[in-house]
Nanobody, 122 residues
Framework: QVQLVESGGGLVQTGDSLRLSCAASRRTFSDHAMGWFRQAPGKEREFVAAINWSGRNTYYVDSVKGRFTISRDSAKNTMYLQMNSLKPEDTAVYYC???????????????WGQGTQVTVSS
């Protein structure tokens, strides 16, 4: 069982930056692909970014390319999402997830965190 705990969310203004963290409970973190998803009120959960087990391959939804960076630190069993130039449309609950392969589909992930709220004011 892999437990994931997100942190780093908050209330910021347009153009600000935030860094989300996702801490995993087990060393098997290093064997899993990881992903970030988000869900805004009244909307479906959507893919944001993913990273493979080694960290060499990353994937992003078009709307965050050039603004968000996903990374991982296997020594700390932690994944990050650096979010720059935040926009009001980035407002959502952000979830981290772990699975065997990086994917844009939520159903490909076996483990999920509880979510952290990101609110961007205009």
């Amino acid at each position: 069982q892999v437990q994931l705990v997100e942190s780093g969310g908050g209330l910021v203004q347009t153009g600000d930056s935030l860094r989300l963290s996702c801490a995993a409970s087990r060393r098997t973190f290093s064997d899993h692909a990881m992903g970030w998803f988000r869900q805004a009120p009244g909307k479906e959960r959507e893919f944001v970014a993913a990273i493979n087990w080694s960290g060499r391959n990353t994937y992003y939804v078009d709307s965050v390319k050039g603004r968000f960076t996903i990374s991982r630190d296997s020594a700390k069993n932690t994944m990050y999402l650096q979010m720059n130039s935040l926009k009001p449309e980035d407002t959502a609950v952000y979830y981290c997830a772990a699975g065997f392969n990086p994917s844009i589909n939520s159903y490909d992930y076996d483990y999920w965190g509880q979510g952290t709220q990101v609110t961007v004011s205009s």
